[in-house]
Structures are given as C-alpha cells and as structure tokens.
C-alpha cells in the first residue's frame, strides 16, 4: 500500500487546521481509503473533536509512543491508535505532549522522532494526517520531517494572508535541511464568506501572486455555524449535517486530494521507466 502521509499546518491559529483534519480524514475514509488521524497539538483539539472530550485521562497517546521511541523502548504494534466509530484512525494527544517537546531538544535525531513512529504505521494506510499545532516548535518541524506533503488551510483575511510567506519559508527550510521530499499538496481556504468583497479580493491576490507557483484548492471551505457544532459534538460534519455546504465541500476536497494523488502516481511511474 503507497501511503501519503500530510501535515495539515499554519502557523496562525483558528484558521481550520483541525476542522480539516477530521473532515478530510472522513471523507477519504467515504471513498474507501484507510486513513489515520495524529493528533500533533498538546491541547489535543483533533483528540476533543473526535469526542475525547477528556485527552488528558487518555493513557496511551503520540506522547508515549514518541517518548518510547526516543528512549529506543519497545511497545506493542499499534500501541495508542484508537478505531473509531466513523471509519478512520486515530492517535490521540494531550497536554502530555508538551513535556515530549521539552524531551525533544536532547535528543538523538530529534527532528526525525515523529518520522519513525510512523514510517512503521504507514503501511497500514492510504493517508496519514497530522494536525498541527499553531507554531513553528520540534512538533511541527517532526510533522513536516514525517510528511510527504502539506496542506495549508488558509481564512481569506489579510491577517491569515500576513503570515503566509512565513509559513512557506519555514517549509522551504525543512525541505532544504531535513526533508527534501516534502511538498505543499495546496492552500485550501476555509472558513469563506463568498458575500463579502474583502474575501473575493483575497482569494483573487493569492491566487495572482503565488498560484502559478503552488496548487490552490479549487474547492474552498464556506463558513458555517455547523463545522462549529460538529466539533463542539464530538462528530465530523457528516454525521452532524451530511447534506449540508460543508459536508459537501469537504467531500469535493476528498476527490481533488485523490486524484491529485493519481496523477503524481503516474508521474512517478512515468519516471521511473
């Protein structure tokens, strides 16, 4: 099984990080594809709006499994994934996790921790998603060195917009310094108020200034008071409004993301030969 492992990353909070995480990670897991879910962020918000609604009394999360590893512990196959209800995998966190980031400045390979956890799991999977926390931290420097790709989540705002060329520097770092595989696989901009101009204005400059460079999502995530609901209930947009605008925009991201996964699989075989 090819798997892809994807970071879904921006420095900026509130922004949907973790709104998509879910939401893509279950519409993929609709069209058939094994996909597990990490929770990269010691508030553990992909862990709450999966319906953990009390990380920090979970026993086995990414936290031990990367603190065995970086003490080279053995511990058993799949230790701390959770099956969930809808279909997908998860490996939870909780505030456990900033005391692993601590433990990270020492040691050995330390930007490599988070790449070795799950280069054992991702044989099991069509894709991995990592959310991230809101930083540029060892945790998301070993969630860009364990990604094959990143998607940018990105809310049409001038202050969201502000920090993107940060954002993409930093990639370009990791690329250079640790991971020269890794790619931005789109910006996905969440969170749309199609009525306003200021949004259209935005959409319109990024896509003039870098979208001839990097992919930009065709399908944009509107703003909705559900995806809010959905989280605060424990469930993913499909089981809280499955007809509704964003259960449908989140399915249309599932079937670019796969078929963008498609044509790099050609490409790589047509290079290969």
Same mark, same amino acid.
């Not at 969440?190 to 306003?196: A, E, F, I, L, Q």
């Given at each position: 099984?090819?798997?892809?492992?994807?970071?879904?990353?921006?420095?900026?909070?509130?922004?949907?990080?973790?709104?998509?995480?879910?939401?893509?990670?279950?519409?993929?897991?609709?069209?058939?594809?094994?996909?597990?879910?990490?929770?990269?962020?010691?508030?553990?918000?992909?862990?709450?709006?999966?319906?953990?609604?009390?990380?920090?009394?979970?026993?086995?999360?990414?936290?031990?499994?990367?603190? !065995?590893?970086?003490?080279?512990?053995?511990?058993?196959?799949?230790?701390?994934?959770?099956?969930?209800?809808?279909?997908?995998?998860?490996?939870?966190?909780?505030?456990?996790?900033?005391?692993?980031?601590?433990?990270?400045?020492?040691?050995?390979?330390?930007?490599?921790?988070?790449?070795?956890?799950?280069?054992?799991?991702?044989?099991?999977?069509?894709?991995?998603?990592?959310?991230?926390?809101?930083?540029?931290?060892?945790?998301?420097?070993?969630?860009?060195? !364990?990604?094959?790709?990143?998607?940018?989540?990105?809310?049409?705002?001038?202050?969201?917009?502000?920090?993107?060329?940060?954002?993409?520097?930093?990639?370009?770092?990791?690329?250079?310094?640790?991971?020269?595989?890794?790619?931005?696989?789109?910006?996905?901009?969440?969170?749309?108020?199609?009525?306003?101009?200021?949004?259209?204005?935005?959409?319109?400059?990024?896509?003039?200034?870098?979208?001839?460079?990097?992919?930009?999502?065709?399908?944009?995530?509107?703003?909705?008071?559900?995806?809010?609901? !959905?989280?605060?209930?424990?469930?993913?947009?499909?089981?809280?409004?499955?007809?509704?605008?964003?259960?449908?925009?989140?399915?249309?991201?599932?079937?670019?993301?796969?078929?963008?996964?498609?044509?790099?699989?050609?490409?790589?075989?047509?290079?290969?030969?």
């Amino acid at each position: 099984m090819k798997s892809e492992i994807t970071a879904v990353t921006n420095q900026k909070g509130g922004v949907g990080k973790t709104t998509t995480t879910v939401n893509l990670g279950v519409a993929l897991a609709m069209l058939g594809k094994k996909v597990l879910l990490v929770d990269g962020d010691p508030q553990g918000s992909l862990t709450i709006s999966m319906g953990y609604r009390d990380p920090d009394n979970l026993t086995a999360t990414l936290s031990q499994v990367m603190m !065995a590893e970086i003490e080279d512990r053995s511990i058993p196959p799949n230790f701390g994934i959770i099956h969930h209800a809808e279909g997908i995998d998860l490996l939870p966190a909780n505030i456990d996790l900033s005391g692993v980031e601590l433990r990270l400045v020492n040691a050995m390979s330390r930007e490599q921790v988070l790449r070795s956890v799950l280069d054992r799991l991702r044989s099991q999977y069509d894709h991995i998603l990592i959310d991230c926390m809101p930083s540029l931290g060892l945790m998301n420097i070993n969630a860009l060195a !364990a990604a094959d790709s990143v998607i940018i989540p990105l809310q049409p705002n001038y202050l969201s917009t502000k920090g993107l060329n940060l954002l993409l520097h930093s990639i370009a770092r990791v690329r250079k310094q640790i991971n020269p595989k890794l790619r931005i696989a789109g910006i996905l901009f969440t969170m749309v108020d199609s009525r306003t101009n200021n949004a259209k204005s935005i959409i319109s400059s990024l896509h003039s200034a870098v979208g001839s460079a990097i992919r930009i999502f065709k399908t944009e995530i509107p703003r909705s008071v559900r995806a809010a609901e !959905a989280a605060e209930n424990g469930k993913s947009i499909f089981l809280h409004d499955k007809n509704g605008k964003v259960a449908n925009a989140y399915s249309s991201l599932a079937k670019e993301v796969t078929e963008h996964d498609r044509q790099i699989d050609r490409s790589w075989s047509d290079g290969a030969r």
